[in-house]
């Protein structure tokens, strides 16, 4: 809408990757839940000796991601308006004429 597609592409590489790392946390929290049931799975090395990281990581990922997308709305609110004028009155439309 903004024609801003390479500031919308990293957002949207960003939201998608903090998504997918709060995806593999919780996957890693399934996999640690299992085996604590006894249930013989094998889950990544990483996910298993890393649980918080992937959750805290993802979801600081995504925060950046969100961030950066409210400073590139306010920035196209305010160069919307550069003088701060009010936008002009609005005038109720002409009345339809019966048929």
């Not at 998504?19 to 919780?26: D, H, I, N």
Request: charged residues 10%.
């Amino acid at each position: 809408m903004g024609r801003r597609r390479v500031a919308g592409a990293g957002q949207l590489a960003l939201a998608s990757l903090g998504f997918f790392l709060v995806v593999a946390w919780s996957f890693g929290r399934l996999w640690a839940g299992l085996q604590e049931a006894g249930v013989d799975v094998r889950a990544p090395r990483f996910v298993l000796t890393h649980p918080n990281a992937l959750g805290w990581g993802g979801a600081a990922v995504f925060g950046v991601a969100w961030l950066w997308a409210l400073v590139t709305s306010l920035t196209m609110i305010v160069r919307a308006n550069p003088d701060g004028a009010p936008p002009p009155p609005v005038s109720s439309p002409p009345p339809i004429p019966p048929p």
